[in-house]
């Protein structure tokens, strides 16, 4: 177990709708990435917040967006769903600012958009 | 060209096999080189960390990496069933920067 919360595990929702996903880092890490994993792209960086500051953006879409709260757990809300969205998100979080390499990885949300 | 090239496999091998994985990449600028290890259904967990140019042990497994080849290798000794899962390699630039990853490699070790 590395620490990381995701919820909910299993999402399925219709094109069109909208959908938050939850993660709540490790005990004392400020830093939360999100991540998108699909048969095609591979894993691919969504974003990062340290210490409720966005820090870093990726391949993120503009109908994608995130938010770390001042408890730190992170949400990552996803809107006007299409079927390519269907993915793995996954979260990680780490200690430290830029050390993303010591990111320590959630289970996962699978969305299935249909 | 995509910055980080993976073979997606699948590999199988029989129990005891050495197994290696490589990666290729594009940019010279990625300094900090990862394989990570992903069991189906679980999220990416971090099996080897190498700065730089060179070769790092950790147990079973060697991580190396060639800069001026633009390559980087896992090899897994002695290879146990429980070492069947999808390997990403991911690197980036420095701590501060996001990592870029490869799409993975399916590993079966059959006992």
């Known amino acids: 177990d590395s620490g990381v919360t995701q919820t909910p595990k299993h999402l399925i929702t219709a094109t069109g709708q909208r959908v938050t996903l939850r993660c709540s880092p490790r005990?004392?890490?400020?830093?939360v990435y999100w991540y998108q994993q699909s048969l095609d792209q591979g894993l691919q960086f969504l974003i990062q917040?340290?210490?409720?500051?966005?820090?870093a953006k990726g391949n993120i879409l503009e109908r994608f967006s995130a938010q770390q709260f001042p408890d730190l757990h992170s949400e990552l809300n996803l809107s006007s769903l299409e079927l390519g969205d269907s993915a793995l998100y996954f979260c990680?979080?780490?200690?430290?600012?830029?050390?993303?390499?010591?990111?320590?990885f959630g289970q996962g949300t699978r969305l299935t958009v249909v | 060209q995509k910055e980080v090239e993976q073979d997606p496999g699948p590999l199988s091998v029989p129990e005891g096999a050495i197994v290696s994985l490589n990666c290729t990449y594009s940019n010279s600028a990625f300094q900090y080189f990862m394989w990570y290890r992903q069991y189906s259904r679980k999220g990416p967990e971090l099996l080897m960390y190498?700065?730089?140019?060179g070769n790092k042990e950790d147990g079973r497994f060697t991580a190396q990496v060639d800069k001026s080849s633009k390559y980087i290798s896992l090899f897994i000794r002695d290879s146990q069933p429980s070492d069947s899962a999808t390997y990403l390699c991911a690197m980036n630039r420095g701590s501060n920067y996001k990592l870029t990853f490869g799409k993975g490699t399916l590993l079966t070790v059959n006992p």
């Open positions: 917040y340290y210490n409720g500051e966005e820090r």
């Open positions: 005990s004392g890490d400020l830093s």
């Open positions: 190498t700065y730089s140019s």
């Open positions: 990680a979080s780490s200690p430290r600012q830029g050390e993303s390499a010591e990111a320590f």
